[in-house]
C-alpha cells in the first residue's frame, strides 16, 4: 500500500492512532477482554441459579442465553457493516438505483481489481485486497480485515463521506481506492466495530459472501 | 490516451483525455482536474504495484486519474 502523502481524511483525527500489526493485536486482546466480562456474569448467574434451585432452570436458561447472545451480537455488528454489492442492504437494491450506473461503475470496480479478484467480486460482492497488516474484504460501508494467520479478523464502518446516490461499485471503488492510498490511515479514518475469530463474523455473513472470506482466510495465511 | 474520470451518480463520468503530445487537451485536462479539487474531490492514481497515491497536481504520465469523494468512519 502506498503511504506517500497518506490518507488526507485521517489527517484531521489527530487524537486516533495510526494501528500497526502491534496495536490491532492489543486492541484484539480488549476485545476478548470485555466480551468475556461482559458475558462471564451471566453464565455464573444461570450456574448459580441451578446450584441453590434446579427448579429455577427457566430463569437459568435465560441467564445462559444472554450470555451466549452478547458475543453474536457483536460478530453480527461486524459483519454487518461490511455490506457486499448485491446484498439486502446494498444500495443496488434501492429503488433510485439506475442499472446502467451500476454496471458502468461495476465495470471501473472490475478494472481496479484485476483479473484475478474480479470473479470473486462478481460471486461475492467484496473487494480483495492485500495489505500489510493483512487481507481486506472491501464493501459498500466498510471493511474486514483478516489478519496474517488467517485466525482473527477486524471489521471496520466506513463509507463515502456523502453518498447521495452514487451506485455500489463506486462506493466500494471509493474506500478500494482510499485503502491502496493509505492502509493505516484508512483503518484510522474507520470505526472498529468489532475484532474477534473468524469463524464468528463468517457464520453472520450473507451465505454468498462467505467465499470472500474463505479466500481472505487463505491470503491471510498464505502471507504470515 | 490518458483519462480523467470522476466516481459519481452515474457510475464515472470522463472529465477529460489527454496525450502529453497535444499541450491543448493536457491544459484543459489540467484545467478540469483542478476544478475537481476545489469541489473537495481527491485525485488518485493507481500504481503498477497495485498500490494507488493521493495527488494534487495532474499527472500527466498516468493513463487514469480517478476523482474521488472524500471517505469517513461509519
Redesign the interface.
Known amino acids: 500500500m502506498a503511504t506517500a502523502g497518506g490518507l488526507s481524511e485521517a489527517a484531521p483525527l489527530w487524537w486516533r492512532r495510526r494501528p500497526t500489526e502491534r496495536t490491532l493485536r492489543r486492541d484484539g486482546h480488549l476485545w476478548t477482554a470485555w466480551t468475556t466480562a461482559v458475558a462471564t456474569p451471566f453464565f455464573v448467574a444461570g450456574g448459580f441459579l441451578l446450584w441453590l434451585e434446579p427448579l429455577t432452570f427457566p430463569v437459568a436458561l435465560a441467564s445462559f442465553a444472554h450470555g451466549w447472545v452478547i458475543p453474536e451480537l457483536y460478530a453480527r455488528r461486524g459483519a454487518g457493516s461490511v455490506v457486499p454489492i448485491g446484498s439486502k442492504a446494498s444500495a443496488s437494491r434501492k429503488r433510485a438505483a439506475s442499472n446502467r450506473a451500476e454496471r458502468e461503475a461495476l465495470g471501473l470496480l472490475g478494472d481496479l481489481v484485476g483479473h484475478e479478484q474480479r470473479d470473486l467480486l462478481r460471486r461475492t460482492g467484496l473487494a480483495l485486497e492485500r495489505g500489510r497488516l493483512g487481507a481486506w474484504l472491501v464493501g459498500e460501508r466498510g471493511a474486514v480485515l483478516v489478519r496474517h494467520g488467517g485466525r482473527r479478523v477486524d471489521c471496520w464502518c466506513v463509507r463515502v463521506a456523502e453518498p447521495g446516490t452514487l451506485p455500489s461499485g463506486d462506493r466500494v471503488a471509493h474506500l478500494l481506492l482510499a485503502l491502496r492510498e493509505d492502509e493505516a490511515g484508512f483503518a484510522t479514518v474507520a470505526n472498529h466495530a468489532f475484532s474477534g475469530a473468524t469463524w464468528r463474523v463468517r457464520r453472520r455473513m450473507p451465505k454468498g459472501s462467505r467465499p470472500a472470506l474463505d479466500a481472505a482466510r487463505a491470503a491471510a495465511r498464505e502471507a504470515s | 490516451m490518458a483519462r480523467l474520470?470522476r466516481?459519481?451518480?452515474?457510475?464515472?463520468t470522463t472529465l477529460a483525455e489527454w496525450t502529453r503530445e497535444d499541450p491543448a487537451s493536457a491544459d484543459s485536462a489540467i484545467e478540469a482536474f483542478r476544478r475537481e479539487l476545489d469541489a473537495g474531490m481527491?485525485a488518485?492514481v493507481?500504481?503498477e504495484d497495485?498500490?494507488?497515491?493521493?495527488v494534487r497536481d495532474l499527472p500527466l504520465d498516468a493513463d487514469l486519474v480517478?476523482m474521488?469523494?472524500?471517505?469517513?468512519?461509519?
Request: aromatic fraction near 0%.
Open positions: 474520470i466516481l459519481d451518480r452515474t457510475g464515472h481527491l488518485s493507481s500504481r497495485g498500490t494507488a497515491e493521493v480517478v474521488r469523494r472524500p471517505i469517513a468512519g461509519g
